[in-house]
């Protein structure tokens, strides 16, 4: 598990980030919210309760605390074990009963959960503030991997006494002397290029990592920031007073400008022999007439003649300087395509099996969600076949027959039935004729209503499953059974019937219609919603995600390499490119290759090493 716990001072910012987020949120991006000390069971409205809560403070000016805990894809953890562990850590720190929300969210692969927290006591309007909250939250969160069996990861600020922290950098390539003369840079340069200089002494460079400014040797690195505090990119762009993007810019215009000033105008170059005379040539030195060769009118020849002749509109004419020569890109384009094209390759792999994952997880909620309904459906159903049975001497019968007329004509039309004329569902008891009975039949038009409802949202759901492509589209075949009253059934209407009720329901309470009371046998069979729970359960693989994890690497790294690669391309190699790649319909299509081609997207993109 992994924890971060930041601060905010917008409650009804951070809600609403939590409930859609950034962008167009994803449909299974809320899972479920809990809310803790007296908060409301809305996100919205807890946040405003927040929001008036601490204002009773009046002194505090960051209110409240945003904690992200994550767990690894491979743990099977639900609603129960997630809120344990929340405990754990409240525990952990001291904090009395604060009111927060926790909100699980689904549209990730691995499952996680945020919680809004509000620093300020209801009780006595004090605001926590816990001592070392990332070594108390660590630690307890170790206890709590083994207590319950999860994948333990060992934290920088806190670990059991036989785990060990992986750093993610290795500092061994970095000397201790290096260390010292790379923070004495940090610290007392006053411009980019005083700091290049005295980074090259020690054989060191420069270069913009994801927004960070790093140190690299070779293929070594390390953030600047972990060896002198105050040496962020933001930091050191305001200490400087120029951004490191317009300083490499600057760099590139200065190593470009000998090749520029080289570079004569094509009038004023000298001519290679002067005794040569320029112009036309003349008749008695023309070139000799070549094989093959017809003669012009002006006494020239054409150039790479065959027999065929030369004639107006013929195709043995002069080569044309277009074609494939010309669309040739330069070595160094060549290569940068070469790394597009595996990029784009690698960046496709990877977005498939994220997709596969999340299908996988979208698949393991719908399935969640069906079972729950399933059983509130046949709760529903045997309901409704509880109150017949106090009205009909076949209450099996009664209810099929409700049923059918609901899936068939609707749920009004078989209200309307059944208060209208309900000797056609069956035989009374002494009980259905009395006015206690009018009551009970009343009574199980509303849970007949309730039962509806809930097959109306699983046939809502199948067609959503469809229209995402998790089941295949129902492809019923044509019956031949009866309907109450013995005459035959239409099409549409058995086809009604086993889309309301499912297939095998429908084929069940059919039979039950048809059969005689006494020799009649009745049989359980799945809902609706549990024949589409079964259908989800049947088994997926799941992709490998340590798979996606080394394709996210691989894709990191080669656009680091890409983006060197790029700087160095001057403007008509970078016309060649966009060239080439407009006509790879792979790279034209690809969304990283178009991030890395838009220019000023981030101040990652102008980083080179130097």
């Known amino acids: 598990m992994i924890a971060h716990l930041s601060t905010t001072t917008s409650f009804e910012r951070t809600a609403r980030y939590l409930a859609v987020g950034n962008s167009t949120p994803a449909p299974d991006r809320v899972l479920w919210v809990e809310p803790y000390g007296g908060a409301s069971p809305d996100l919205m409205t807890a946040a405003s309760e927040m929001e008036d809560l601490s204002r009773y403070n009046g002194t505090v000016k960051v209110p409240g605390y945003h904690l992200i805990l994550s767990f690894d894809p491979e743990d099977a953890v639900g609603k129960q074990e997630m809120l344990y562990v929340r405990d754990q850590i409240h525990d952990a720190l001291g904090f009395p009963d604060l009111m927060s929300t926790v909100v699980a969210h689904g549209d990730a692969y691995y499952p996680h959960w945020h919680e809004l927290i509000c620093r300020v006591d209801y009780w006595t309007g004090r605001a926590v503030d816990p001592s070392f909250p990332y070594h108390t939250i660590e630690r307890r969160l170790r206890e709590v991997e083994r207590e319950l069996g999860l994948r333990e990861t060992p934290g920088r600020h806190g670990r059991l006494p036989d785990q060990t922290f992986q750093r993610k950098f290795d500092w061994t390539w970095l000397s201790t002397e290096d260390k010292q003369c790379v923070r004495a840079a940090l610290r007392d340069a006053t411009s980019w290029r005083d700091l290049e200089g005295r980074l090259a002494k020690r054989n060191l460079g420069l270069r913009i990592d994801r927004s960070n400014l790093t ?67 003349p008749p008695h030195r023309s070139p000799p007439q070549r094989k093959g060769a017809a003669p012009r009118t002006d006494g020239t020849f054409h150039r790479g003649v065959g027999e065929r002749g030369v004639g107006e509109g013929g195709a043995g004419g002069t080569k044309e300087p277009v074609g494939n020569r010309s669309r040739a890109a330069p070595p160094g384009v060549r290569t940068v395509l070469d790394s597009l094209r595996k990029l784009a390759r690698i960046d496709a792999e990877r977005r498939t099996a994220v997709q596969a994952v999340e299908n996988v997880r979208r698949r393991q909620l719908w399935q969640t969600h069906l079972h729950d309904l399933a059983a509130r459906t046949v709760d529903a159903r045997k309901t409704l076949e509880t109150l017949f049975a106090r009205v009909y001497r076949d209450p099996k019968r009664a209810s099929a027959r409700y049923q059918i007329l609901s899936a068939a004509y609707g749920q009004a039309t078989a209200a309307q039935k059944l208060q209208t004329q309900p000797g056609w569902f069956g035989a009374p008891t ?181």
Not at 221 to 247: N, P, V, W
Not at 258 to 273: I, K, M
Not at 450 to 462: C, F, G, K, N, V
Not at 498 to 520: I, N, Y
Request: aromatic residues 2%; positive net charge.
């Open 215 to 281: 140190i690299v040797r070779g293929p070594n690195q390390i953030r600047a920031g972990t060896l002198h505090r105050g040496s962020s990119l933001r930091k050191m762009e305001e200490r400087m007073g120029q951004t490191f993007a317009d300083y490499a810019r600057s760099q590139r215009r200065e190593a470009a400008e000998p090749l520029r000033t080289s570079r004569r105008d094509p009038a004023e170059r000298p001519v290679a022999d002067p005794g040569r005379a320029s112009g036309p040539i």
């Open 430 to 610: 002494p009980l259905g004729r009395s006015a206690e009975g009018e009551l009970i039949l009343q009574e199980a038009v509303a849970r007949g209503a309730d039962y509806a409802d809930l097959l109306r949202s699983t046939q809502e759901i199948r067609s959503r499953l469809v229209a995402d492509g998790l089941i295949e589209r129902p492809n019923h075949e044509r019956r031949s059974v009866a309907v109450p009253g013995g005459e035959a059934p239409e099409a549409d209407t058995v086809q009604r019937i086993a889309d309301r009720l499912g297939d095998e329901r429908a084929k069940e309470v059919l039979q039950a219609d048809r059969e005689d009371a006494r020799g009649s046998v009745y049989w359980e069979s799945p809902e609706l919603p549990t024949a589409l729970a079964r259908t989800l359960s049947h088994p997926v693989s799941m992709p490998d995600r340590e798979r996606i994890s080394r394709l996210r690497r691989s894709a990191q790294n080669l656009t680091v390499t890409i983006r060197r690669r790029i700087e160095s391309l001057d403007t008509a190699q970078m016309t060649h490119l966009r060239a080439a790649i407009q006509r790879d319909p792979r790279l034209r299509e690809s969304t990283q290759v178009a991030r890395l081609l838009q220019p000023g997207r981030s101040r990652a993109r102008s980083g080179i090493t130097r």
